[in-house]
C-alpha cells in the first residue's frame, strides 16, 4: 500500500454541534462470516485483485464537519482520496455516496436486510458488529505488523471473541472542556487531573471557588443536554455502573442511575448547574464563549476545532479583537467520578467497514473492498486530525500528528492517556447491551422531563430502570 500522505490546510469551519454529537445504536449478532458456517460463503482472504478485471465498489460515507481555507469541503478530499487509490488500482471505481447523519443508519440497516449493503462503509461510532451474515472481519486482512501499528485500544473497540471486524479510523476522547482561566481562577491544575483524574467532591469544591463577576459567579458545568452521551459519560464514572466494564451486570442498572440522576440534582442545588428550566444546549456554547462556564460536558475535542475558527474569524475582523494568543485555550478535563469508582475517558472509535452482498461478487471483489477500506482509513487521519482534531487510530501517526498540533502539553498528555487507557466502550458491555434505539429515544425522554424539571431525580432514575429492564 502507497504510504500515507497528508492532505494539508487548515481549520475554516465546523458543522453544527448536533452533527457532532450524534448518538448510535445497532443490532449485534456473533456469527462469524468467513469462517467456513455450512449456511455462510467461505472468504479466503489471501485472493488478489485481478489486474485484467474491472470492479466497481459502492461506498458509503457521512459528511464530516470539515470545509478548507480554499473551500474544498470533506466530499472534496474524499474524491481526492478516491483518485490517489485508483492510481494504484486503476481497474477499480469507486462509486461514493454521503449519507445524513439522521437517515444514514436506517437506510444502511435496509440495504443490510434487502443484502445489498455497500461494499464498503464509513463509520462513526459504531458497534464492532453491524451485520454479522454480511459483514467481513477486517482481521482476515490485517497481518501482525498492520495490527501492532494500532493503539490496542482502536482495536479493541472493534474486536468482539477475539474477532477484528473494522478498521479502526479515528479515537475521540469523550472527555469534558474547560476555560483554563477559570480553572485557574478555581486552582484546578489542569495537567494534574489529566493524570489522575478527580472526584465529584474536587470538582465541586473548585466550583464553590469561582470568582463572582459582576456580581454573578460562572456557572460550575453546563451540560449539553441535547442528548443522552453527556449523561451515559457521567453514568459510566459512577462507582454503581463499573463492575460492569468487567462484565458483572450492566452498565445502566438502578443503582447507578439513581447515583448520576441524583449528583446531577445536587450540582443544581448547589446552583453548580443552571436552573431546571434552562435549556443548556441553547446556551452552552454562548456562554463557554463568553467566559460564563468553568467546565462543559458534552463537546469534547470537536470543541478545538471550533475554536480555531473564532481565532481565524477575528483574524480576518469577523469578531472583535481580544488579547487571546493565538494558542487553543480550552483544556480537555476527565468526567469527575464518585466515591470508590476510578477515573474512566470514554472513547468513540470511527471505524470502516466492509460487507459482502448476499449474491456474493467473489473473493477478489471482497479483496478489492479491503484494500479501499484500509488505504481509506489511513488516507484520512492527517485531515481529521487537523480539522475535528480527533486522534489517528495509528499510533506512530498519532504521535506525529501531537507533536505538530497546536495544543498544550496538558492536553496532549490528556489524548496521550486516552488512547493508552480509555474505554472502548462498543466492544464491551456497554456497547453489547445497550439500550435498543427504542429505548434510547425514550431514556432521552427521560432525561428531558428531568432537565427541564418536570421530573424529579429518584422518579427519573426509577422510570429509566424500567426502560432498561423491559428493553433487557
Not at 33 to 52: D, H, L, M, Q
Not at 109 to 125: F, I, M, R, S, T
Not at 385 to 397: G, I, K, N, V
Not at 425 to 454: C, K, V, Y
Request: with cysteine; aromatic share 8%; hydrophobic share 50%.
Amino acid at each position: 500500500m502507497a504510504k500515507v500522505r497528508r492532505l494539508d490546510g487548515r481549520v475554516a469551519t465546523v458543522a453544527l454541534l448536533v452533527a457532532a454529537l450524534i448518538n448510535w445504536s445497532g443490532c449485534l449478532g456473533l456469527p462469524r462470516p468467513g469462517r467456513g458456517k455450512p449456511e455462510e460463503i467461505k472468504i479466503n482472504p489471501a485472493v488478489k485483485i485481478n489486474p485484467s478485471k474491472e470492479y466497481r465498489l459502492e461506498f458509503w460515507d457521512y459528511r464530516l464537519p470539515i470545509v478548507t481555507e480554499d473551500g474544498s469541503s470533506y466530499e472534496d478530499l474524499v474524491a481526492g482520496v478516491i483518485a490517489a487509490f485508483r492510481t494504484l488500482y486503476p481497474n477499480v471505481a469507486i462509486e461514493y455516496r454521503l449519507l445524513s447523519v439522521s437517515a444514514g443508519k436506517e437506510e444502511l440497516e435496509q440495504a443490510l436486510a434487502a443484502g445489498a449493503p455497500p461494499d464498503v462503509y464509513g463509520g462513526l461510532a459504531e458497534l464492532p458488529v453491524v451485520n454479522a451474515k454480511l459483514q467481513v472481519p477486517a482481521g482476515l486482512y490485517l497481518d501482525a505488523e498492520a495490527r501492532a501499528a494500532y493503539f490496542p485500544t482502536a482495536l479493541q473497540a472493534v474486536t468482539i471473541a477475539g474477532e477484528i471486524w473494522a478498521w479502526p479510523r479515528w479515537i475521540s476522547p469523550r472527555v469534558w472542556v474547560g476555560n483554563a482561566d477559570l480553572l485557574a481562577a478555581a486552582g484546578v491544575n489542569p495537567a494534574a487531573l489529566s493524570a489522575g483524574g478527580w472526584t465529584r467532591t474536587e470538582f465541586e469544591q473548585a466550583a464553590a471557588r469561582l470568582p463572582a463577576v459582576g456580581g454573578k459567579a460562572p456557572y460550575g458545568l453546563l451540560v449539553n443536554d441535547a442528548g443522552i452521551t453527556a449523561f451515559e459519560d457521567i453514568l459510566l464514572n459512577s462507582a454503581a455502573a463499573q463492575p460492569a466494564v468487567n462484565g458483572a451486570g450492566g452498565v445502566w442498572n438502578r443503582a447507578a442511575l439513581a447515583d448520576t440522576f441524583a449528583w446531577l440534582d445536587e450540582l443544581r442545588q448547589q446552583k453548580i448547574l443552571p436552573a431546571a428550566t434552562t435549556k443548556m444546549q441553547s446556551i452552552i456554547l454562548t456562554a463557554y464563549w463568553d467566559g460564563k462556564v468553568m467546565a462543559a460536558a458534552g463537546l469534547g475535542p470537536w470543541l478545538f476545532g471550533k475554536e480555531i475558527e473564532r481565532q481565524q474569524r477575528r483574524s480576518a475582523g469577523l469578531l472583535p479583537p481580544t488579547a487571546e494568543t493565538g494558542a487553543i485555550a480550552t483544556v480537555l478535563l476527565p468526567i469527575p467520578h464518585s466515591d470508590g469508582a476510578t477515573s474512566l475517558v470514554p472513547l468513540d472509535i470511527g471505524s470502516v467497514t466492509v460487507f459482502r452482498q448476499a449474491d456474493y461478487r467473489g473473493d477478489d471483489h471482497t479483496r478489492a473492498a479491503a484494500e479501499f477500506a484500509a488505504f481509506f482509513s489511513q488516507e484520512m487521519e492527517w485531515v481529521i486530525a487537523d480539522r475535528l482534531f480527533y486522534l489517528p487510530a495509528r499510533s506512530a501517526a498519532a504521535a506525529a500528528w501531537l507533536a505538530a498540533a497546536p495544543l498544550s502539553q496538558a492536553n496532549k498528555q490528556m489524548y496521550r492517556r486516552a488512547a493508552q487507557s480509555g474505554f472502548a466502550w462498543q466492544a464491551a458491555e456497554i456497547g453489547r447491551g445497550r439500550p435498543d434505539r427504542e429505548a434510547l429515544q425514550q431514556l432521552n425522554g427521560i432525561l428531558a422531563e428531568f432537565w427541564s424539571g418536570n421530573t424529579e431525580a429518584a422518579a427519573a432514575a426509577e422510570k429509566a430502570a424500567e426502560i432498561i429492564e423491559t428493553d433487557g
